[in-house]
């Protein structure tokens, strides 16, 4: 779920960049009703908080709207600019995605705090590790990360490494993530998501599939959270 969460955190800054003044207010409106939903299905406040957080990190970019029609222009005009030739989808995305998406990036890291400075790389890593894992699985196996085996249970109160998740999230409710914190939290995250599977879906193409993701999502952070460690 942390993957998720980091990933939403983006959203909650890169949102505005997909909206012209004009509905900037309908944007913001969106992103609320997507947390409130997710709340009601999970039962955790976790989104609405990232919400909260991302009207935080507006407050710290007063004028983030007038940064994001250009920001977006540049965005734009390096996808226009990508030539298909003979490249698959795959290649595609694998050569152009962190190009195009640097000046989303670099606007996001200069409306964060010192200690959250790194999260928007960390997410672009996240991203592009679950673009190479999608891109070297099977059909099938994308599939089944949409089972709705998933969503059967309440992740929060019924596994305990679920409530552990959601307690280490309602400890940091009010802060903008950290390296440290997302390394740190990724463990339990996977912990979370095995308990629900064990327990829900019985398929092993299921589990495997998810087990997979996680594995690429792990394999892409790596680099950054063992260089915590041995510093």
């Not at 909260?52 to 007063?62: A, Q, T, W």
Request: glycine share 4%.
């Amino acid at each position: 779920m942390k993957s998720f969460g980091v990933f939403s955190l983006l959203l909650c800054v890169l949102a505005f960049a997909n909206a012209k003044d004009s509905d900037t207010s309908s944007t913001e409106e969106n992103l609320r009703d997507l947390a409130k939903a997710v709340h009601e299905k999970l039962n955790t406040t976790i989104f609405l908080d990232l919400v909260k957080l991302g009207d935080k990190i507006k407050e710290k970019c007063p004028d983030i709207e007038n940064k994001m029609e250009n920001t977006m222009d540049r965005v734009g005009e390096c996808v226009e600019a990508i030539d298909l030739g003979s490249d698959t989808f795959c290649s595609l995305i694998r050569k152009n995605f962190v190009k195009c998406m640097k000046p989303a990036v670099e606007l996001a890291v200069g409306c964060m705090p010192k200690e959250s400075k790194d999260i928007p790389e960390m997410v672009e890593k996240i991203v592009m590790a679950m673009i190479d894992t999608a891109c070297s699985s099977t059909v099938e196996e994308m599939l089944e990360l949409l089972n709705p085996c998933m969503m059967n249970k309440d992740f929060s109160l019924q596994f305990p490494p679920c409530k552990d998740l959601r307690d280490t999230f309602d400890q940091h409710r009010n802060k903008l993530p950290s390296k440290a914190f997302t390394c740190q939290t990724m463990p339990k995250v996977r912990r979370c998501i095995k308990a629900v599977l064990d327990d829900s879906c019985p398929n092993q193409l299921t589990k495997a599939a998810h087990m997979k993701m996680l594995d690429g999502i792990d394999k892409g952070l790596k680099e950054d959270c063992d260089a915590l460690n041995t510093a």
